[in-house]
């Protein structure tokens, strides 16, 4: 492919090297999280830093280099998700986002965030309230609240406009939140049970 | 003790969410301020989710990550070939 040599002579090696080590953990454990699966995991990252190689010559002056690889890796894991489950973004699929839950539960959290945090316990329960979301919401929840991405740069990578990106992340909350919401109240009924 | 919330309430939870990131168009913020001066169901919401995104934050950001072993090797490998190509 002469065309892209130019591209590969420009890229420097060593400059390429660093990169992977800075990113590699952190798109690795976002991949993770998207796709549910390590070597499906490991295939998006290897592909994701493939490209990012092939394309280093169009990247120079654009957006972030951690938005532009966030962007590759991402649309990656979208592909791997659509080619197993070719509905899994259709019409249908993220209507179902849309329906609130029955029940919305509304008790006190005597918690300081920060310190809840610490626990392993609510880590495992905010995981596996993730990897319950739709993929849909699941992305833009990560790259939102989890990585950090603003409105207007999850709208970017995505593609989606950034009303969709406030609506889905709104709906993906409602269900961490819930799942919290559970877990405060099944802990504190054992505190009142214990202390009974 | 557990509630659940009104339907009439369901309206204000985008905008709630909105609202925690500082993010909530002026007109519709007024509303809904006004919305939670008189509803303790809303004020509730948006306090338990302000604290489970701070929550997420402290937590799921800060997830130790170790990547398989020899994936970097792996990886420089792959695109070393394509180079060769
Ligand atoms: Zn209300």
């Known amino acids: 492919m002469p065309g892209q040599e130019g ?36 295939d998006a990252l290897q592909e994701t830093f ?17 938005t532009w690889l966030y962007r590759i890796a991402t649309n990656e894991a979208l592909m791997q998700l659509r080619r197993k489950n070719p509905t899994i973004f259709s019409l249908e699929a993220l209507q179902g986002d849309d329906a609130y839950p029955d029940e919305i539960l509304l008790n006190q959290w005597q918690i300081l965030p920060e310190q809840a945090a610490l626990s392993a316990e609510m ?24 990585e950090g991405f603003s409105t207007r740069e999850t709208a970017e990578i995505l593609g989606i406009s950034s009303d969709a990106v406030k609506t889905r992340l709104s709906r993906a909350r409602l269900r961490l939140r819930e799942a919290l919401a559970r877990y405060f109240q099944g802990s504190a009924s054992q505190r009142s049970e214990a202390a009974l | 003790m557990s509630r659940s919330m009104s339907s009439a309430c369901r309206q204000w939870l985008d905008p709630i969410s909105q609202y925690v990131d500082g993010e909530l168009e002026e007109e519709l913020c007024e509303a809904l301020e006004a919305h939670l001066q008189h509803c303790p169901d809303c004020r509730l919401y948006l306090d338990t989710l302000a604290k489970t995104v701070r929550i997420v934050r402290a937590s799921l950001r800060e997830v130790p990550i170790e990547l398989p072993s020899d994936l970097q090797e792996r990886i420089l490998r792959r695109v070393r070939e394509a180079k060769s190509k």
Do not use: C, N, W
Request: proline share 4%.
């Open chain 1, 7 to 42: 591209g590969m002579a420009a890229a420097d090696d060593q400059t390429f090297v660093a990169v992977i080590q800075e990113y590699a953990p952190r798109l690795y454990r976002h991949l993770l999280r998207l796709l549910q699966d390590p070597q499906d995991a490991e």
């Open chain 1, 123 to 146: 880590r495992q329960v905010l995981e596996r309230a993730v990897q319950r979301l739709s993929p849909a919401l699941r992305v833009v929840f990560l790259l939102r609240d989890v």
């Open chain 1, 50 to 66: 493939l490209k990012a190689y092939q394309h280093l010559g169009d990247f120079r002056g654009q957006a972030r280099l951690s």
